[in-house]
């Protein structure tokens, strides 16, 4: 370790070698993390959505909404949000199905309480930030962006929703 504390090169263990003792049962099922801070910059998408997914969001019926997937892996994928509770993650049976190493097996909920949406980390190793801010908990209003590994997701409620909150 240098005076700082931090370790040098040496002392950094990637993981264990195959002849180490309980090597074997250890898996090489990991979360890599995802760079350093510059790569979590918030630059919001603005409202460039195409016609399609126009369509899609004035589609919704009331209590839904729709995650947009804006970057990533899997840009352009659409997600309807539609029960009390969404699960976010790399796991297979996960909800939403992340499949990259930047995202946990069980990364994120998110839940539904009437026509309100909440978005839970859970205990992720990148962590789930919602416009920019890293948040452990966090509501989710029209236009959101989620970053959640390296994708960029939209939120968008319905817009009957919208309209019963103007009024309202």
Do not use: C
């Not at 919704?60 to 949000?81: H, I, K, M």
């Amino acid at each position: 370790m240098d005076e700082n504390g931090r370790p040098e090169p040496d002392d950094i263990r990637r993981g264990a070698a195959a002849d180490e003792p309980g090597a074997s049962d250890r898996g090489s099922d990991t979360t890599q993390t995802f760079g350093h801070d510059s790569d979590l910059s918030f630059v919001p998408f603005g409202s460039d959505l195409n016609e399609a997914e126009l369509d899609a969001i004035e589609a919704l019926p009331t209590g839904a909404a729709l995650l947009l997937v804006r970057s990533g892996p899997t840009a352009g994928a659409r997600y309807l949000l539609d029960t009390d509770v969404t699960t976010v993650g790399r796991h297979p049976e996960a909800d939403i199905f992340f499949d990259d190493v930047t995202v946990s097996r069980r990364h994120a909920e998110i839940t539904r309480t009437g026509t309100a949406f909440e978005l839970v980390d859970q205990r992720s190793l990148n962590g789930t930030y919602v416009n920019g801010e890293r948040a452990d908990r966090a509501s989710l209003s029209n236009g959101a962006e989620v970053r959640i590994g390296k994708f960029r997701l939209n939120f968008f409620v319905s817009p009957a929703d919208l309209l019963q909150a103007a009024d309202g």
